[in-house]
């Protein structure tokens, strides 16, 4: 595709269900990162992949989030036992190459609502 | 560690005039420094970035911002604001000290613009 894909788009899961949020960044692009915005502030750095080695974790929130790329392209980010804190936009981006000047090009998100 | 630090979440001028959106980062290292810009249930879209080379950057659909290293700024500015840039604009850094390879992002300023 044109750019990076995200599914779903909408998400409403009840406290303590689990869900699984998906990205298919650009073709070819070896960085792909989660971030998590909540309503009124910027996105949050959650984790890094390049290829299908997930080389930074560090802003994952608790160890009910998980996230993994097996065959170094879509990646899914899971959530267990959701929380209502989990509320939050989940943004997925993808970058060509390595190095930090590079451009991340972003997904529309999934609006992750927890009851 | 890394922030970045974006005065006012909210800024309103009148169709036509000057558009500042301000942009500060803390970093004993210059970062590399990007605007986004955000509409509505979107993404991000890249408008600008300042890697190395000349301080003045231009970016897409008018918009431009200077990295001045002796007062940590990279300030977004546009000489006459038009309807359609009514968004929510986001700056961010990446580089050696924020773990490299992730974003790091203010916490926005919306852009709105009166007729």
């Known amino acids: 595709g044109a750019g990076v894909s995200q599914s779903p788009r909408y998400k409403v899961a009840k406290r303590g269900q689990d869900v699984a949020l998906r990205c298919d960044p650009i073709?070819?692009?070896?960085?792909l990162f989660w971030y998590q915005q909540a309503l009124g502030q910027g996105p949050e750095f959650l984790t890094y992949f390049q290829n299908e080695a997930q080389l930074d974790k560090s802003g994952l929130p608790s160890d009910r989030f998980f996230a993994e790329r097996p065959e170094g392209s879509v990646s899914t980010l899971k959530i267990q036992r959701t929380q209502q804190e989990d509320s939050a936009v989940y943004l997925c981006a993808s970058s060509l190459d390595r190095g930090p000047e590079n451009i991340q090009y972003f997904g529309a998100g999934t609006r992750l609502s927890v009851l | 560690a890394q922030s970045v630090t974006q005065l006012g979440s909210h800024v309103s001028v009148s169709e036509g005039a000057l558009v500042l959106l301000r942009c500060n980062y803390s970093?004993?290292?210059?970062?590399?420094l990007f605007w986004y810009v955000q509409y509505p249930n979107q993404g991000l879209q890249l408008l600008l970035k300042y890697t190395t080379g000349a301080t003045l950057v231009k970016g897409i659909n008018g918009f431009e911002a200077e990295f001045k290293k002796s007062e940590t700024s990279f300030h977004l500015t546009k000489p006459s604001a038009h309807m359609s840039d009514a968004a929510e604009y986001f700056c961010a850094v990446s580089g050696k000290n924020t773990g490299f390879q992730k974003l790091v992002f203010g916490t926005g300023t919306r852009l709105l613009v009166s007729p």
């Open positions: 970093s004993s290292v210059p970062p590399y």
């Open positions: 073709s070819g692009h070896v960085s």
